[in-house]
Nanobody
């Protein structure tokens, strides 16, 4: 059974930093597209960052490029999303996913999301 577990969410002030983790069990992490998505209230799931295989060069959405960094650890089968210079509009439920494409419909496995709230 494939399982993804995301963690690290929380409440922080604008300008702050947070690191999310996503650990996969039941499959070989590095052979898949690995992505972080987020869903803000009232909005659709949106791609934040994606890596094709691991290690790989991450793609970032324009909204987070330069502020967020995606990394992976193949030994621990874990992906990380380091978020800095956080803004209130970054508030969302963040989820990790594995699949064959860096798109919502291309993801085969989803982890339970973790809430990130940026507020003063």
């Amino acid at each position: 059974e494939v399982q993804l577990q995301a963690s690290g969410g929380g409440l922080l002030q604008p300008g702050g930093s947070l690191r999310l983790s996503c650990t996969a069990e039941g499959l070989t992490f590095r052979d898949h597209h690995i992505a972080w998505f987020r869903q803000a209230p009232g909005k659709e799931q949106a791609l934040v960052a994606c890596m094709v295989g691991s290690p790989g060069t991450p793609y970032y959405d324009d909204a987070v490029r330069g502020r967020f960094t995606m990394e992976t650890d193949n030994v621990k089968n874990t992906a990380f999303l380091q978020m800095s210079k956080m803004k209130p509009e970054d508030t969302a439920v963040y989820s990790c996913a594995l699949g064959t494409s860096c798109r919502v419909w291309g993801m085969d496995y989803w982890g339970k999301g973790t809430q990130v709230t940026v507020s003063s």
